[in-house]
């Protein structure tokens, strides 16, 4: 359909859609002939839309009512021509399914010409990251070199063979479901998702579809599933992994509810196709649960010292920063940052010890400087994280005119169980200085969220427009 509308190899076209059958048809048919698929996320929506439309070069826009944006007034001129999905079009524009139905003189030899011709280099696709902490959006543009070469290596750390049935719950522009996709393509496993996650259907699905591999990657799309009243780990019969970002101490509570599985922690964003290190599914407890793993053996990984901007020693911890396989990079308009010798600058603080496994000690934008000490949030999220009640903690940096900044916590309790603020900052007395301990405790039901992830940038915008200071109970 594509090639009979005129698209050739290095056109663009953009999808603004929920997850669909029509989705998948359209990012593979048009990787399938080298038309870049532009997958928008929520965060470029709305005014970043019609500013990015200006310099995208899109030939076709694939959009659905679904996601309530009155696109006649974002798209005219010489902006793409829209496609509508799923429903009748507005003024006689055209439709998915006309499209769909009309006569091509292109045979299935034509295609897999076309595909023959594809070069290692060639971009694959067009993404943006979620912008959690910043709200700031940076394209990425991952190369058919890219992609391919990462997912032979996350085939073989979690053991997905031909026949394993991997359950990915994301939304499908981001790039944890589109590597996970290609990788079961590759392999010839099955994948089972759904249209929008739910913790209860989730659990049924996983349970009837009989999935081996769970790669939910964020708590968000996970906890609330294994927390759920109605969960009992025989549900889960087939489920011999887990792929789940978090700290060691949110992991090992998740490796005790399902005693028969391998969970493994990962580390990855959209610039290098969502993951370029992780543990293998037969590490030891501690290094599956506790770091990060080995880095992918077509990515270079060196911790820098964000000061000195010299190599840290083994155990030190500094900014990361990644060689990708294309090689070295230069800063362009995508919004990534790269250092003079080419390699990307994630403001992700980790350290690496002799044997090369990486630890991830979170984010340099999200270390709080309270009274001229510097420490983690990601350290006060694990520590409200061991508290039996809760499910989800998290920590921000809120500005204080006498020590520089405060942190806040915001946390959502486990179906069933209760607790108080006092009885939480009890708990962080038993492992924190007093000046870390955090001033308040919000207590919350529904987050702020992107795709998959929660949006900090908005709870700090929450804590500054409440009047005064919220209790911690």
């Known amino acids: 359909m594509l090639r009979a509308n005129g698209l050739?190899?290095?056109?663009?076209?953009?999808?603004?859609?929920?997850?669909?059958?029509?989705?998948?048809?359209?990012?593979?048919?048009?990787?399938?002939?080298?038309?870049?698929?532009?997958?928008?996320?929520?965060?470029?929506?709305?005014?970043?839309?019609?500013?990015?439309l200006g310099s995208l070069n899109l030939k076709m826009l694939f959009?659905?009512?679904?996601?309530?944006?009155?696109?006649?007034?974002?798209?005219?001129?010489?902006?793409?021509?829209?496609?509508?999905?799923?429903?009748?079009?507005?003024?006689a524009q055209p439709t998915y399914c006309a499209l769909m139905a009309a006569e091509s003189n292109f045979s299935h030899g034509d295609i897999a010409n076309e595909a023959a011709g594809l070069r290692p280099e060639d971009p694959l696709v067009l993404l943006f990251t979620s912008a959690v902490t910043t709200g700031v959006p940076k394209s990425c543009v991952l190369s058919n070199q890219d992609v391919l070469s990462t997912i032979s290596h996350f085939i073989g750390r979690i053991e997905l063979q031909a026949g394993s049935r991997i359950w990915i719950p994301l939304h499908m522009f981001q790039v944890g479901f589109l590597a996970p996709l290609a990788a079961a393509f590759a392999i010839g496993a099955t994948v089972v998702t759904s249209r929008k996650f739910e913790p209860v259907a989730a659990l049924n699905l996983?349970?009837?579809?009989?999935?081996?591999?769970?790669?939910?990657?964020?708590?968000?799309?996970?906890?609330?599933?294994?927390?759920?009243?109605?969960?009992?780990?025989?549900?889960?019969?087939?489920?011999?992994?887990?792929?789940?970002?978090?700290?060691?101490?949110?992991?090992?509570r998740v490796q005790r509810l399902l005693p028969h599985c391998s969970v493994v922690n990962t580390y990855g964003g959209a610039e290098h196709c969502g993951g370029m290190c992780m543990p293998f599914a037969n590490d030891p407890a501690e290094i599956r649960l506790g770091a990060v793993g080995r880095p992918?053996?077509?990515?270079?990984?060196?911790?820098?010292?964000?000061?000195?901007?010299?190599?840290?020693?083994?155990?030190?911890?500094?900014?990361?920063?990644?060689?990708?396989?294309?090689?070295?990079?230069?800063?362009?308009?995508?919004?990534?940052?790269?250092?003079?010798?080419?390699?990307?600058?994630?403001?992700d603080l980790g350290s690496m010890t002799t044997q090369g496994v990486m630890y991830f000690h979170g984010r340099f934008s999200e270390i709080l400087n309270i009274g001229g000490h510097h420490f983690s949030c990601a350290r006060i999220e694990a520590i409200l994280s061991e508290h039996p009640a809760v499910c989800v903690a998290q920590v921000i940096a809120v500005d204080d005119p006498q020590m520089g900044q405060f942190s806040a916590a915001f946390v959502e309790l486990r179906p069933g169980y209760s607790t108080t603020g006092s009885e939480l900052?009890?708990?962080?007395?038993?492992?924190?200085?007093?000046?870390?301990?955090?001033?308040?405790?919000?207590f919350v039901n529904d987050w702020p969220m992107s795709a998959s992830k929660i949006q900090k940038h908005l709870l700090i915008k929450m804590m500054a427009s409440s009047s005064g200071e919220l209790p911690a109970s």
């Not at 038309?35 to 019609?50: H, I």
């Not at 599933?225 to 780990?233: K, T």
């Not at 007395?429 to 955090?438: M, V």
Request: glycine fraction near 6%.
């Open 63 to 91: 959009a659905s009512r679904a996601e309530n944006m009155d696109l006649d007034t974002i798209v005219s001129g010489s902006d793409p021509r829209i496609i509508w999905i799923g429903e009748e079009a507005p003024d």
């Open 206 to 252: 996983i349970a009837l579809e009989k999935v081996t591999h769970a790669y939910p990657v964020y708590p968000s799309s996970w906890l609330p599933v294994i927390y759920s009243l109605d969960f009992f780990p025989s549900d889960f019969p087939a489920l011999t992994h887990v792929v789940l970002l978090g700290p060691p101490t949110l992991l090992r």
């Open 296 to 347: 992918y053996s077509n990515y270079k990984v060196r911790i820098v010292d964000m000061k000195t901007m010299e190599i840290c020693a083994p155990g030190e911890i500094g900014e990361i920063q990644i060689l990708l396989p294309s090689g070295p990079r230069k800063n362009d308009t995508s919004g990534s940052s790269y250092t003079s010798d080419g390699w990307l600058q994630t403001s």
């Open 425 to 442: 900052l009890d708990t962080c007395k038993n492992a924190l200085d007093e000046t870390q301990i955090p001033r308040t405790i919000t």
């Open 8 to 52: 050739k190899r290095g056109d663009r076209i953009g999808l603004l859609l929920e997850n669909s059958p029509e989705y998948l048809e359209l990012v593979l048919g048009a990787t399938l002939i080298g038309v870049v698929p532009v997958l928008f996320n929520e965060v470029t929506r709305g005014d970043q839309l019609q500013m990015l």
